[in-house]
């Protein structure tokens, strides 16, 4: 696994599809699950536009409902918050895998249910839906599992094509991930070397909690960069004296070693580890993309930003940072 520019591409990725399997909060895999889903239903909501709503609900009661709330839906979403519960949770006599807390951002959910029922990601992804959509004001249950179940159908399995998107994740030759591997290690060290092992671990822990926008998925690249950066736990929550220069100044460091890399391989092996970060990206619902040549359209264009000999380092990872903002659901 690439172990620290991945917060920039490709271990925001990583870090929240692993913690689908455990998280730092000792393994809450239905609490890890929804925050994942809730990343895949923000990107879905906010990228719908007129045409495509039209397109994805002919019916038009459907429709009217989705484009009379989408403008809000994503922002909502983005906003909740999920209070795990060891018990089963009922409504009506019935047994539900979560419960709108009215009048406020929170969401219970029940890892009974979960656990009884095995929600699969695409079902948990539906049910945030449905909880969202009481939120911006629609009441009717069984609208909302029709508009969530449409949206995962039409959307997220449609584009999310395993087989087509994993594809890319081949592309990158192990020897070239292995050495910026081990090029990004050496600068972690660098930085342990200066006495500031301390305030990377913790800049690169709130980047990710930044972007992964809680704090139970970034808690596993918590403990990765520990056993990383061999720091004590302990002195983890210290940060940086002028912690928004030092985040900024690791960020750009990051995306440089990744220009200077570039130099030692093949322009097709820079491609490809382009690729494989936007693939991961992609995957986890940090990145919208309807079809793959907008894909590898945006790839080569990263690439050939990377590998701009005319431009200083400074001005590549300048534009190089400014894509990134633009295209992809992260924070630098």
Request: hydrophobic letters at 40%; a positive charge; one cysteine or more.
């Amino acid at each position: 696994m690439i172990k620290m520019i991945v917060i920039l591409m490709s271990l925001l990725s990583s870090v929240a599809v692993y913690a689908g399997h455990e998280t730092g909060n000792g393994g809450d895999t239905h609490l890890s699950r929804y925050l994942l889903a809730k990343q895949i239903a923000e990107v879905i909501t906010r990228n719908l536009t007129g045409a495509k709503l039209k397109e994805i609900f002919p019916d038009v009661d459907l429709y009217n409902i989705v484009n009379e709330n989408i403008s809000s839906w994503s922002k909502v979403i983005n906003g909740l918050e999920f209070i795990s519960v060891n018990r089963m949770l009922y409504e009506d006599g019935r047994e539900k895998a979560a419960l709108n807390i009215p009048h406020s951002d929170q969401v219970q959910i029940s890892k009974a249910y979960f656990e009884k029922y095995n929600l699969s990601l695409e079902e948990v992804i539906i049910n945030v839906i449905h909880e969202s959509g009481h939120k911006v004001g629609i009441t009717d249950h069984n609208k909302l599992d029709r508009i969530g179940s449409i949206l995962v159908d039409k959307i997220y399995k449609y584009f999310n094509k395993s087989e087509a998107w994993q594809s890319y994740l081949n592309l990158i030759d192990s020897s070239v991930q292995n050495q910026f591997d081990q090029r990004l290690k050496a600068v972690a060290l660098e930085y342990v070397m200066k006495g500031d092992g301390i305030y990377l671990a913790n800049a690169l822990y709130y980047i990710a909690k930044g972007n992964l926008r809680n704090a139970n998925l970034a808690q596993l690249f918590r403990y990765m960069a520990i056993a990383t950066l061999k720091v004590d736990a302990k002195e983890f929550r210290y940060s940086h004296p002028d912690y928004w220069k030092f985040r900024q100044s690791v960020i750009d460091r990051f995306i440089k070693e990744l220009i200077l890399f570039s130099r030692t391989i093949t322009p097709k092996q820079c491609n490809s580890l382009v690729k494989y970060g936007m693939a991961k990206l992609k995957i986890s619902g940090f990145f919208y993309s309807e079809n793959m040549s907008d894909f590898d359209r945006l790839a080569d264009r990263l690439t050939k930003t990377i590998l701009d000999e005319t431009q200083s380092v400074k001005t590549r990872a300048t534009n190089f940072k400014e894509q990134l903002r633009q295209y992809f659901f992260i924070a630098l």
